[in-house]
């Protein structure tokens, strides 16, 4: 389980970690990881993240 914190500062290398990630649920359907503070929106055929951002 990932944890996004609120008020975390991501560098470039969590950011392209990120989007390796999300590369992967597309690849391999049912197999998505539970990342808290991020919700998957799979409605257009592309697997998208999101988070509330103050």
Do not use: R
Not at 29 to 40: A, H, K, S, W
Request: proline share 6%.
């Amino acid at each position: 389980v990932f944890i996004v914190a609120p008020g975390e500062k991501w560098q470039k290398i969590d950011v392209d970690y990120f989007k390796i990630l999300m590369g992967a649920i597309d690849k391999f359907p049912g197999f998505d990881p539970e990342i808290q503070g991020v919700y998957l929106d799979k409605d257009t055929g592309v697997t998208k993240a999101q988070g509330f951002v103050l």
